[in-house]
């Protein structure tokens, strides 16, 4: 069962995901909060698996939100649910540990599906926004095709949010060399951050949810 915490401080919002995601047989709503500090103080006692996670709160922002618990250490798997289709908030909330961002126009499967897909270790982005993120910095097809077999791996697991460490253990290879996977990682494909190279990913088709 997925747990979940949703936070919106529209009221009839979080009541209607609220219907939608109770009638999974496999989700749960475990807690819901009004504003930033209301969500901080009970998503702890409730220890929801997602977060379902407005960008926009009347006493803070989302992304604060989300990087407060990400400090915790430990944390629920944050999804950002807004009306911003602003590339930088989407930067903004990938750095913060949000492991998906879904515009409020999205259809109810699409939300429910995405909070599955996060639970089990992927990113998910709007290839909407994957696209503006890349906007004055996508590389050129060959930069694909530069990529070895093993710097595939490293970049599908990237996309699924998984850090060095953690990269390192699923590949059995040291951290050391991941890191260096990494930089060429991104070297290759003219990319900023690894949420940039975990979006063009996404839009390239190179991750799916299978993978």
């Not at 709160?57 to 807004?82: E, F, K, Y």
């Not at 998984?162 to 290879?173: D, F, H, Q, V």
């Not at 990494?182 to 494909?189: D, E, T, Y």
């Amino acid at each position: 069962m997925i747990r979940i915490f949703l936070v919106d401080d529209h009221t009839v919002l979080r009541q209607g995901l609220r219907l939608i995601l109770d009638e999974q047989e496999d989700m749960e709503v475990v807690g819901e909060a009004g504003t930033g500090q209301e969500a901080l103080r009970l998503i702890p006692q409730v220890a929801p698996d997602v977060v379902l996670l407005d960008i926009h709160l009347p006493d803070m922002s989302g992304v604060d939100v989300a990087r407060s618990l990400q400090s915790r250490g430990g944390q629920p798997h944050i999804v950002m649910l807004t009306v911003s289709d602003r590339h930088r908030d989407l930067i903004e909330a990938m750095r913060a540990g949000a492991r998906g961002y879904l515009l409020k126009s999205a259809s109810a499967e699409h939300v429910v599906s995405a909070i599955r897909q996060v639970y089990l270790g992927s990113v998910v982005l709007p290839q909407s926004l994957a696209a503006k993120m890349l906007e004055g910095s996508e590389p050129a097809e060959p930069g694909v095709a530069e990529l070895t077999e093993r710097e595939l791996e490293v970049l599908r697991l990237i996309a699924h949010g998984l850090g060095n460490k953690e990269i390192a253990a699923r590949l059995s290879l040291s951290e050391n060399t991941v890191k260096t996977h990494v930089r060429n990682i991104l070297s290759k494909l003219n990319a900023r951050s690894r949420a940039e190279a975990a979006a063009y990913a996404v839009k390239k088709g190179l991750v799916t949810s299978n993978d």
